[in-house]
């Protein structure tokens, strides 16, 4: 599951350039040949949007300059989220991200869709139990026939290291770490 999504990811790029977790992976894994690797610091989005959270209306599209922005952008703005989209999410099986901060909780909230299979729902529960933090709500999932996604809400509070003083770049980074880590031990246990 992974190391096809890896191998296509390295077969695709000349200059090839990796997170740290896909350099580990791909060293521990043999998938690396001879050629520079260069050291990847975040991702590249296709599409960043700011988007009002009762009518889901286009307020603004973003370019790269607003994800150096502190994530506490979205706790002064709450009425808005922001959505992503970004081709390096087909290796961690995620269709979009969206971003906002819950009121009703006071946490900042990810949602996005994650590619598993709906056998997996078990595995995904343990693996989210484990490896946050328990505070306030941590998470909710649901799996989605119609789209064959489980729907992930995940406290980005409950994440380690998460600070509200993280840009925009840091956090969706933060994030693109945990779900590899998630699928990565996904298929250590398959």
């Given at each position: 599951m992974l190391k096809k999504q890896m191998e296509l990811l390295m077969n695709e790029q000349v200059n090839l350039a990796l997170f740290d977790v896909e350099k580990a992976y791909a060293e521990?894994?043999?998938l690396l040949f001879d050629g520079t690797v260069q050291d990847m610091t975040s991702l590249h989005f296709n599409v960043i949007e700011r988007c009002d959270k009762l009518s889901e209306e286009l307020l603004e599209e973003e370019t790269e300059l607003f994800l150096a922005?502190?994530?506490q952008y979205l706790k002064e703005?709450?009425?808005e989220f922001m959505y992503v989209e970004?081709?390096?999410f087909?290796?961690?099986r995620v269709d979009s991200l969206a971003l906002e901060f819950d009121e009703a909780f006071g946490v900042y909230s990810a949602l996005f869709g994650l590619r598993l299979q709906k056998k997996q729902g078990e595995f995904l529960h343990a693996y989210l139990t484990s490896h946050l933090q328990h505070e306030k709500m941590t998470y909710s999932v649901a799996f989605s026939g119609q789209d064959g996604l489980w729907e992930v809400n995940l406290a980005l509070n409950a994440l380690d290291e998460f600070s509200e003083q993280q840009s925009f770049a840091e956090v969706?980074?933060?994030l693109y770490r945990f779900v590899f880590g998630l699928l990565e031990e996904l298929e250590e246990t398959v």
């Open positions: 521990k894994h043999t922005i502190p994530v703005h709450s009425h970004s081709d390096r087909d290796v961690i969706l980074v933060h």
